[in-house]
């Protein structure tokens, strides 16, 4: 069983919406940070929501009015509701955890595709 385990993805059409799921079977000292990168064909892995187990909340620039990260404990899942997509959304997406800052993810999952159209 993979650690992180990410759901959700798949086409929408720009201004559409996706809430992508990443079940965490870290235990909660290894999971202090998750959050959400992507990545397109080509390009580095790019950082775009992390939520701190205290409710800290960050967010990148690009996603700060259309995305929401948050945390469901009891059901060990994090969540990324992205709204008003864009095609430049359009990539894979990783669910990470860290035990410490989320500058520095241990765990990774296997990535889910968001393929937005225009």
């Known amino acids: 069983q993979a650690l992180l385990e990410e759901s959700g993805g798949g086409p929408v059409q720009t201004g559409g919406s996706l809430k992508l799921s990443c079940k965490v079977s870290?235990?909660?000292?290894?999971?202090?940070?998750v959050g959400w990168f992507r990545q397109t064909p080509g390009e580095e892995r790019v950082w775009v929501a992390s939520l701190y187990r205290h409710g800290k909340v960050l967010l990148h620039d690009s996603v700060q009015d259309r995305f929401t990260i948050s945390r469901d404990n009891a059901e060990d899942t994090v969540y990324l509701q992205m709204n008003n997509l864009k095609p430049e959304d359009t990539a894979m997406y990783y669910c990470?955890?860290?035990?410490?800052?989320?500058?520095?993810?241990?765990?990774w999952g296997q990535g889910t595709q968001v393929a937005v159209s225009s």
């Open positions: 870290v235990n909660t000292y290894e999971s202090n940070c």
């Open positions: 990470m955890a860290s035990p410490g800052r989320c500058r520095d993810p241990k765990y």
